[in-house]
Structures are given as C-alpha cells and as structure tokens.
C-alpha cells in the first residue's frame, strides 16, 4: 500500500508564499510522476502543477504559471510545490498525486495519469 501525506497548509495572506510538502510512505520508488490538484467549493478538481518521473518535464496550469514550482526530492521521497504571490483565488484543498508504475511516466495535468492520492491540505488566501 502507497500512503500519500500532506502538509504545509493554512491561512496566508495574500501576497504571501507557502510550501506544501507530500511525503510518500514507500522508499522502494526512487523515481516517480507526480502532481498537484486542487478544488475549491462548488468547482471543479483542477490540475496545478506536474513533474514527470525524471524530473525533467513539468507542467502548470495557466492559473498558476510564473507563481508556483513543483519539485521532486527523491531522496526523501517527497513532492513539493512552492507557492508563491498568493492570490484569493487561489484557496482551495490541495491535493498530491503519484504515478508509480516501473517505468517511465510523463505526468500531467489529468488525474487519471495518477493512481495514489493524498487526503488534501486546505490552503486559504485571505485578501
């Protein structure tokens, strides 16, 4: 079983920056795609950001590009995403997903490229 865990969210101001952080239970992967989805109320699931499985192509939503970085620490075996000149817009439950699969995988924005998700951590902009 591959546990996905959030942390690093809360309130901010706007402006602000925040670093969200998802650590994956299984070492045994040393190289895995991943990404970033969020969901505000009443709207869509929508796909932030991506990182393919060499850490060499990544993708960002148009809403998000020029503020936010995703990144990789395959040591750790964790996913970052660095948030940055925050934006009300921009609350919403944030969401980490992985595909794990032995071989190269591309990433992207649709979640169905991802077979493990985390439980989401709430980010929220106050204006």
């Known amino acids: 079983q591959v546990q996905l865990t959030e942390s690093g969210g809360g309130s901010v101001q706007a402006g602000g920056s925040r670093r969200l952080s998802c650590a994956i239970s299984k070492r045994t992967y040393r190289k895995y795609c991943a990404a970033w989805f969020r969901q505000a109320p009443g709207k869509e699931r929508e796909g932030v950001a991506s990182i393919d499985s060499e850490g060499n192509t990544k993708e960002y939503a148009d809403s998000v590009k020029g503020r936010f970085t995703i990144s990789q620490d395959y040591d750790k075996v964790t996913l970052y995403l660095e948030m940055n000149s925050l934006k009300a817009e921009d609350s919403a439950m944030y969401y980490c997903?992985?595909?794990?699969?032995?071989?190269?995988?591309?990433?992207?924005?649709?979640?169905?490229?991802?077979?493990?998700w985390g439980q989401g951590t709430q980010v929220t902009v106050s204006s």
């Open positions: 997903a992985a595909g794990i699969t032995g071989s190269y995988c591309p990433g992207g924005l649709n979640s169905y490229e991802y077979f493990y």
